[in-house]
């Protein structure tokens, strides 16, 4: 479905250095946007409900190349630590 809509100049500016920021087209992000408008009119209240949220969303396990969570985040700390 194609939907046509006239954004305020400021809207399209901020939606867009957002959607820029994250490497996404405008458009792409806009969806996202519209998407994750159901989380905040209910958003999870217990841990449980969180994780269902993020595996409804398939955030869990979204990154397949990382087979060992605990060694990544070593790395990722390690990396930090010895930034120049």
């Not at 500016?13 to 405008?26: C, D, V, Y």
């Amino acid at each position: 479905m194609n939907v046509s809509i006239e954004l305020p100049s400021d809207l399209e500016n901020e939606l867009s250095t957002e959607a820029s920021q994250l490497k996404l087209p405008l458009a792409e992000y806009i969806l996202r946007v519209l998407s994750f408008r159901p989380f905040l009119q209910n958003p999870p209240k217990t841990g449980v409900e969180l994780v269902a949220y993020w595996e409804s969303i398939e955030v869990i396990n979204s990154r397949s190349d990382i087979t060992d969570s605990q060694e990544h985040a070593r790395r990722l700390r390690d990396q930090a630590e010895h930034r120049e």
